[in-house]
């Protein structure tokens, strides 16, 4: 049976995280809120409690998990250097939205790092993904608590659907705020390299350390990505979704007798004059964070059964646009090119 507490009540909300970090250093798994989508924790040191996180999500052996930790001393005990690159990276961003990717001192189990010579460590700023952390005094495994192979969880009921019945509780501390995952960032070499883009941007470390790179099998060149988990197909909504470029009542009407229903995604100012089946208004264009917290919440609105085919607009890759169009291609089966 799988617990839920609500921590939007203070006082119960301390006790709820006791209890949730008392079953993590027990071995169990527990959802927990963290300001980027929600991860499925576990004691990261403990082989066979992050078994359970492999097991629950049906996620590939092969890819491995960011180890949650709550300050800069624990993140210490985890890696075997810290380049003075990724020190001012943490300085400047962390607790925050931004995972690092150094030299693993072999502290946390063999299956957190899939077998890799790194380790993925985050400091994530949700102040109930804090409490637990520093409650547990721990390294938590956490990837983010979906099904494999689904849109990331932003909301516990998200995390409820996917894995009620699979783990031991889920913190329910509402909606998270950044919408989509962290920036992965290789410290490993002379020039960092992004992994994978997300809540913080290419821009804002540029700001902080000069050049970084961008890994190029990001950019569909049929490269591995450094990332493992970058290579599998993320975020598919239960019907397919197409990416459209142009006018997206054009493509509409020209599939309209061809499917059934249609449903689309797309900006308020867009979605105000399309006519669909379905629409779905992911919040302004002005506010591209704003269409980052809506992006998966609306991935799953769209239900087999209800709707056939997904019509979505594209966005600027520019800011946290960078992770929503990589997010968004992933999702896609089809991308539609404008004329
Ligand atoms: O925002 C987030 O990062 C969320 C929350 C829960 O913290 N977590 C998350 O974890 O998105 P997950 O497991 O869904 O994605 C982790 C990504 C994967 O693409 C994985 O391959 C990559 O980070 N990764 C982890 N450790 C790595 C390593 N040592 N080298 C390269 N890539 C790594
Ligand atoms: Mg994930």
């Known amino acids: 049976l799988t617990k839920r507490w609500n921590i939007n009540d203070n006082i119960n909300g301390k006790q709820a995280i006791n209890e949730a970090a008392e079953l993590l250093k027990s071995g169990s798994t527990v959802a927990f809120p963290t300001e980027t ?52 990276l943490i300085d400047q961003f962390s607790p925050g939205p931004l995972t690092y990717v150094l030299p693993s001192n072999g502290v946390c189990a063999t ?32 990837p983010s608590a979906n099904t494999s192979g689904k849109p990331s969880p932003t909301t516990a009921g998200h995390v409820w659907s996917d894995l009620e019945g699979k783990i031991a509780g889920v913190l329910d501390g509402g909606p998270t705020g950044v919408g989509v995952e962290s920036t992965v960032i290789d410290c490993t ?58 006018s997206l ?43 980052a917290a809506n992006l998966y919440d609306a991935l799953r609105t769209f239900k087999e059964g209800d709707i056939d085919l997904i019509l979505c607009e594209t966005f600027p890759e520019q800011g946290i646009g960078q992770a929503i169009m990589n997010r968004l291609k992933k999702a896609a089966s089809v991308y539609v090119p404008g004329k």
Not at 45 to 74: C, M, S, W, Y
Not at 196 to 225: C, Y
């Open 111 to 142: 299956n957190v790092t899939a077998g890799l010579s790194t380790i993925g460590v985050r400091m994530p700023s949700h102040p109930v993904a804090q409490e637990l952390l520093q409650q547990c005094d721990l390294p938590i495994a956490a």
């Open 249 to 291: 009542q054009n493509v509409v009407d020209e599939q309209r007798g061809k499917v059934q229903r249609i449903g689309v995604m797309a900006s308020t100012e867009t979605a105000a004059s399309i006519r669909a089946d379905k629409v779905i208004s992911l919040g302004s264009k002005q506010s591209l964070n704003e269409i």
């Open 37 to 88: 989508v929600y991860g499925l924790g576990a004691d990261a040191t403990n082989e066979t409690a992050v078994a359970g996180i492999f097991a629950a999500k049906g996620r590939p052996a092969d890819n491995p998990l960011i180890a949650h930790v709550a300050t800069k001393e624990q993140l210490k005990k985890l890696v075997s250097i810290l380049p003075p690159v990724a020190e001012k």
């Open 189 to 246: 070499q002379e020039i960092p390299i992004i992994l994978r883009p997300g809540g913080v941007t290419r821009e804002q470390l540029e700001e902080v350390i000069g050049s970084v790179m961008v890994d190029p099998a990001l950019a569909n060149t049929g490269d591995k990505p450094k990332a493992p988990g970058m290579k599998y197909k993320h975020y598919a909504p239960e019907v397919p979704l197409w990416l459209v470029e142009g």
